[in-house]
């Protein structure tokens, strides 16, 4: 008889309402120009942050779930009879979230050397919903009975395919993140030029240009159709809500299906690519 729970992070942008049984979030810190820290989706919604964003000079830091919080966490699961526990974390190639969470695993093992409890870790390599869409499926599969070696084959099989385009109608934040050059953010806010970019695996690579706040959703829509076979399996993901409601209108008339959910996006993916950006969560292959 299994127990399983799930533990992640707050960069995976499940939202706050979602109803999860056996998901555990464990929020970022964001520490803003002025010295306040906050944990992120229990002393800050999203909407507070893109405030923050919208007035500050110098971007927010993050800091990454710390191997005593993934300990303490485990222990909690533990006391309260998780058989089986999946640590699924934000792209380890960014983050140090990953390394921290094995530290506890094998911290937890050290301490208790005969515990039955069976812990894995995973690398999503993924942002954003590109993760946290799946765990949120995998928190139905464990109420329908699957075995956590098949929730963990459905996880690695999603991170493979999972692509995410993203544009922003303000450079603002691309440029202090360093994902695009100053030259190029300069060049681009002079001549109204918008990067549209695929964020694939840990990787980001501009796949296109627009002139035009008009052009960013025809292009992110044009580029989705080119790169997946599957045009009815996608979630969008904004900072502006205005925006969201164009790009989900406009999604549902061109794709003749609306997105499987709308989402809020969080510090992640706002920190770098600003308080008016919007995406599409993607699969390529079978």
């Known amino acids: ?4 729970k799930i533990i992640t992070d707050s960069g995976c942008d499940i939202p706050v309402k979602a109803k999860l049984k056996n998901v555990e979030i464990l929020g970022f810190y964001l520490t803003t120009e002025d010295g306040k820290s906050y944990e992120e989706r229990v002393d800050i919604s999203n909407k507070e942050y893109y405030k923050i964003l919208e007035k500050c000079d110098k971007i927010p830091t993050t800091a990454h779930i710390t191997m005593m919080r993934y300990g303490e966490k485990i222990e909690n699961l533990v006391r309260r009879g998780a058989t089986d526990i999946i640590i699924v974390t934000i792209n380890k190639g960014a983050s140090a979230t ?18 039955k409890v069976r812990i894995e870790v995973m690398d999503s390599s993924a942002y954003s919903v590109a993760y946290g869409w799946p765990i949120m499926q995998a928190d139905k599969m464990i109420d329908e009975g699957y075995t956590p070696k098949q929730i963990m084959a459905y996880l690695q099989s999603e991170f493979d395919r999972s692509q995410i385009l993203l544009s922003a109608y303000t450079l603002k934040f691309m440029k202090k993140s ?3 050059s100053a030259a190029a953010a300069v060049a681009g806010e002079l001549m109204g030029i918008k990067p549209i970019i695929v964020m694939d695996h840990g990787d980001t690579k501009v796949v ?16 989705f159709k080119e790169r997946t076979n599957d045009p009815k399996h996608y979630v969008i993901g904004y900072t502006d809500e205005e925006y969201g409601k164009e790009l989900y209108s406009a999604c549902e008339k061109e794709l003749g299906v609306p997105p499987m959910r709308a989402v809020e996006l969080g510090s992640a993916v706002a920190t770098n690519a600003g308080n008016h950006s919007i995406g599409i969560l993607y699969y390529t292959g079978e």
């Open 208 to 223: 296109a240009k627009v002139r035009g706040d008009k052009m960013i959703i025809p292009a992110l829509i044009r580029q």
């Open 1 to 4: 008889m299994y127990n399983i």
């Open 98 to 115: 990953y390394n921290a969470a094995v530290m506890a695993k094998d911290i937890f093992y050290d301490e208790y050397p005969d515990s």
């Open 178 to 180: 360093g994902r695009i």
